[in-house]
Antibody, heavy 121, light 110 residues
Framework: QITLKESGPTLVKPTQTLTLTCTFSGFSLSTSGVGVGWIRQPPGKALEWLALISWNDDKRYSPSLKTRLSITKDTSKNQVVLTMTNVDPVDTATYYC?????????????WGQGTMVTVSS | QSVLTQPPSASGTPGQRVTISCSGSSSNIGSNSVFWYQQLPGTAPKLLIYRINQRPSGVPDRFSGSRSGTSASLAISGLRSEDEADYYCAAWDDSLSGYVFGTGTKVTVL
């Protein structure tokens, strides 16, 4: 059974760096075709894809946020870390990590429960 | 920032058929697989349809997907109260080299 769980701060101040961790089980990020992505959802708004890291360390980022994001993986700990620099109140959202299998263009089939992050001074 | 456009709302009475559209372009829906996600209130999105019209195990066959050119559709037949949720389309975009989501459609069961 595949599960993912997001963790990180619930409150971050503007201009600070946000670090979120996705801890997963039931699969390995060293297995061919596997990937983990991050998606966020501001309150009452639509989903927005942020980043994706694949088994071969291929990394993809949302073009609009690329300069502020970094995604890394620790295969031994079954974790994926997303870092977002210089946060702003508009970054307030629920952040989800999700599993995908196959090519980068395949679906995110299993999602974590999400973690709410508020950016405020 | 959504690249894919959906109607903000759709509704129907129990038992009716509801269709949700998703409009994109040649770089996303027109050339890649389309996915649909269901998000029940206060929960994480759940994959409903993948590769345009395939259902993951456990998804009722009341849900079906299709694609025509640069648009896609999700149909819910035999609408039930538990189908009341937000629905999002998604696809890979070759121009952006990234994943794009739709604007979302809230389905209400009257």
């Amino acid at each position: 059974q595949i599960t993912l769980k997001e963790s990180g701060p619930t409150l971050v101040k503007p201009t600070q760096t946000l670090t979120l961790t996705c801890t997963f089980s039931g699969f390995s990020l060293s297995t061919s075709g596997v990937g983990v992505g991050w998606i966020r959802q501001p309150p009452g708004k639509a989903l927005e894809w942020l980043a994706l890291i694949s088994w071969n360390d291929d990394k993809r980022y949302s073009p609009s946020l690329k300069t502020r994001l970094s995604i890394t993986k620790d295969t031994s700990k079954n974790q994926v870390v997303l870092t977002m620099t210089n946060v702003d109140p508009v970054d307030t959202a629920t952040y989800y990590c999700a599993h995908k299998q196959g090519t980068p263009s395949d679906a995110f089939d299993i999602w974590g429960q999400g973690t709410m992050v508020t950016v405020s001074s | 920032q959504s690249v894919l456009t959906q109607p903000p709302s759709a509704s129907g009475t129990p038992g009716q058929r509801v269709t949700i559209s998703c409009s994109g372009s040649s770089s996303n829906i027109g050339s890649n697989s389309v996915f649909w996600y269901q998000q029940l209130p206060g929960t994480a999105p759940k994959l409903l349809i993948y590769r345009i019209n395939q259902r993951p195990s456990g998804v009722p066959d009341r849900f079906s997907g299709s694609r025509s050119g640069t648009s896609a559709s999700l149909a819910i037949s035999g609408l039930r109260s538990e189908d009341e949720a937000d629905y999002y389309c998604a696809a890979w975009d070759d121009s952006l080299s990234g994943y794009v989501f739709g604007t979302g459609t809230k389905v209400t069961v009257l």
